[in-house]
């Protein structure tokens, strides 16, 4: 596996949530022998015993349940350590969610069926954003206790935290409510994590403008996950495939970001080639 990355010309590469444990001995070997570099770990990683599909929001840091929170602590704090043995840099975290029914995939069937403009589209619209900060102030809560866990555990071991935005409307931090965060924590070791793919459906779906997200939030970025999205919400195809307009994006990409190709696994590797040469024809070194 990281071999076949390291022969398309990556010198690093990110550990998935979907990573088994039993690959673990493997990429440390690897690792260790400098056939690649570990730039990131996306939490869970690796997946916890008996876990063998990506599983990134397995335990949430948001859950009304102890049991769970704990669950969620135990296995950030491997997925941490896991980072140090790797000299990786720094590990993506999902935050968790508002406990609520999903409007998102209703949304999204809603605006893949030409029905964004209609009545009942502007009426689910404001019915989320309404039940969502009803309820949110006891998972916001938590998240921000097992925040603040980490980030002590992190620090000590040198790795950094991204907080990732998310796709699902459910999810937190609300795009509004990303720069309350870091002025909350104003910890170096806590910044933010940016998915052009989560930005872009939520801009398809009406909620965001995605440049003007990003430029808010680049005083904040460590990184970001990089893929194009195919109206609506078909994320995880190669630059240059989807609707993303990356040269608007480009003022705000700096070169020490950390920059994470994450394409679906059936994408053949002529089109990761062609979406990186994409990319650099827009970006240049950054």
């Known amino acids: 596996m990281l071999r076949e990355i390291r022969d398309l010309g990556f010198e690093y590469a ?3 949530h979907g990573i088994r444990i039993s690959l673990l001995p493997g990429i440390i070997e690897a690792v260790d022998a400098g056939e690649i570099k570990i730039s990131t770990l996306h939490n869970f990683c690796p997946l916890p015993i008996g876990v063998t599909h990506a599983a990134p929001n397995l335990f949430k840091f948001t859950s009304l349940d102890t049991r769970e929170r704990e669950n969620a602590y135990r296995h950030s704090l491997k997925t941490i ?39 009942k589209y502007q009426k689910l619209s404001t019915e989320v ?13 938590h998240a921000f206790e097992m925040l603040e866990r980490l980030a002590d555990q992190a620090e000590m071991r040198g790795i950094k935290l991204g907080i990732e935005n998310r796709e699902a409307l459910e999810e937190i931090p609300f795009e509004d409510e990303f720069p309350f965060w870091f002025k909350q924590f104003n910890n170096p070791f806590i910044g933010y994590w940016h998915d052009t793919g989560h930005a872009q459906i939520k801009e398809n779906l009406g909620f965001i403008n995605h440049v003007i997200h990003l430029e808010t939030m680049s005083q904040w970025m460590f990184g970001m996950h990089i893929h194009d999205v195919e109206f609506p919400a078909r994320d995880h195809c190669p630059p240059g495939k989807g609707t993303i307009d990356f040269a608007s994006l480009k003022p ?16 053949p590797v002529e089109q990761v080639q062609a979406g990186l040469q ?8 950054e």
């Open 81 to 119: 350590e896991t980072a140090a043995r790797l000299k990786a840099a720094l590990v993506v975290l999902h935050m968790g969610a508002v406990e609520m029914k999903d409007y998102t995939d209703r949304l999204i069937e809603m605006a893949a069926a030409g029905q964004r403009e209609s009545t």
């Open 14 to 16: 990110e550990l998935s």
């Open 129 to 141: 954003m309404e039940k969502r900060n009803q309820k949110k102030e006891k998972h916001q809560q």
């Open 278 to 285: 994409h990319l650099q024809s827009l970006w240049g070194g």
């Open 252 to 267: 705000f990409v700096q070169p020490h970001h950390i920059k994470v190709l994450e394409l679906a696994p059936g994408v």
